[in-house]
């Protein structure tokens, strides 16, 4: 992990929990690089290594994997992973029940007029 005082290094991921916009003006959404297993072979999915396991970093925004330099390269406000689980769950329901919320729409700019007030 990256301490508070070292700059990332932009050539090797890393990984953490983030949250960034798609758009400008649009609503901050929850990213994440991980590390995730298989067992099966890279580039050959009908081949099952028994007993092998193959790591690689993976990433995710509201929880959907995206290319890893869509997260990487992305300036994000970094989060823990609780506050990550979160807003991806936050996100789903918004999407299900408020289609509305900026949170359901996270690729269109926030339009205030019609947000409703938080209050």
Excluded at 32 to 53: A, K
Excluded at 87 to 101: F, H, L, S, Y
Aim: glycine share 6%.
């Amino acid at each position: 992990m990256i301490s508070r005082g070292e700059p990332r290094q932009m050539d090797k991921p890393e990984p953490g929990h983030w949250l960034v916009r798609l758009v400008k003006g649009g609503p901050s959404v929850p990213a994440c690089i991980r590390w995730c297993e298989t067992t099966v072979e890279p580039g050959e999915p009908s081949n099952l290594m028994h007993g092998t396991r193959y790591r690689f970093l993976a990433a995710f925004i509201n929880g959907d994997p995206v290319p890893l330099d869509r997260v990487w390269l992305t300036r994000g406000t970094p989060i823990d992973r609780a506050e990550h689980d979160f807003r991806v769950a936050d996100t789903n329901w918004a999407m299900t029940n408020a289609p509305a919320e900026p949170a359901a729409r996270p690729t269109e700019r926030v339009d205030l007029r019609q947000t409703s007030i938080p209050f």
